[in-house]
Nanobody
Framework: QVQLVESGGGLVQAGGSLRLSCAAS????????MGWFRQAPGKEREFVAD????????DYADSVKGRFTISRANAKNTIYLQMASLKPEDTAVYHC????????????????WGQGTQVTVSS
């Protein structure tokens, strides 16, 4: 049973920083890519960032480029999302996701999802 558990969310003022973590456990075999997605109230879930198995390839949504950094520590089966210069429009539930093979921004391509962690940015 694959499990993804996010942590690190919270309330922060605009301009502040947060680091999200996502710990993966279960029967992973082979290489897998991971991603971060977010869903604000009343909006559809959207892509934030993704990372390849070896951590070399990353991709970001235009809205977070230059402010967010995705990374992973395979020895810990964990990925991170370092968020800086946060804006009120970053407020959302942040979910991590995993898929075998190459990373993609396509939500439907991910097989496993975490429950999410709330990030609230006050103005």
């Amino acid at each position: 049973q694959v499990q993804l558990v996010e942590s690190g969310g919270g309330l922060v003022q605009a301009g502040g920083s947060l680091r999200l973590s996502c710990a993966a456990s279960g029967m992973f075999s082979g290489t897998y890519a991971m991603g971060w997605f977010r869903q604000a109230p009343g909006k559809e879930r959207e892509f934030v960032a993704d990372i390849s198995w070896n951590g070399i390839t990353t991709d970001y949504a235009d809205s977070v480029k230059g402010r967010f950094t995705i990374s992973r520590a395979n020895a810990k089966n964990t990925i991170y999302l370092q968020m800086a210069s946060l804006k009120p429009e970053d407020t959302a539930v942040y979910h991590c996701a995993a898929k075998y093979g190459r990373p993609t921004a396509t939500i439907g391509a991910y097989d496993y999802w975490g429950q999410g962690t709330q990030v609230t940015v006050s103005s």
